[in-house]
Nanobody, 123 residues
Framework: QVQLVESGGGLMQAAGSLRLSCVVS????????MAWFRQAPGKGREFVAA????????LYADSVRGRFTISRDNALNTLYLQMNALKPEDTAVYYC????????????????WGQGTQVTVSS
């Protein structure tokens, strides 16, 4: 059974930084493309960033490019999201997701999801 468990969320002031982690079990992690999505109150779940098995050519949403960095450690079965220069509009529940194909920004392409971790950015 594939399990994804996020951690690292919390309350942060604008311009601050947070690092999210997602530990994956029950599958061969290095074979999966991994991604972060987020869902703000009253809005749909939106793509944030994705990275393939080799960490080449990561994808980013325009809203986070230059501020967020996605990375992975295949030895630790862990995905990360370093979030810098946080803005109030980054407030959302952040989810990690996994798929067996290449990088994609489409929610429907991902097969496995975590339960999410709350990130709240105050102004």
């Amino acid at each position: 059974q594939v399990q994804l468990v996020e951690s690292g969320g919390g309350l942060m002031q604008a311009a601050g930084s947070l690092r999210l982690s997602c530990v994956v079990s029950g599958c061969t992690f290095r074979r999966y493309t991994m991604a972060w999505f987020r869902q703000a109150p009253g809005k749909g779940r939106e793509f944030v960033a994705a990275v393939n098995w080799s960490s080449s050519s990561p994808l980013y949403a325009d809203s986070v490019r230059g501020r967020f960095t996605i990375s992975r450690d295949n030895a630790l079965n862990t995905l990360y999201l370093q979030m810098n220069a946080l803005k109030p509009e980054d407030t959302a529940v952040y989810y990690c997701a996994a798929r067996s194909g290449g990088s994609s920004w489409l929610r429907i392409d991902y097969d496995f999801w975590g339960q999410g971790t709350q990130v709240t950015v105050s102004s």
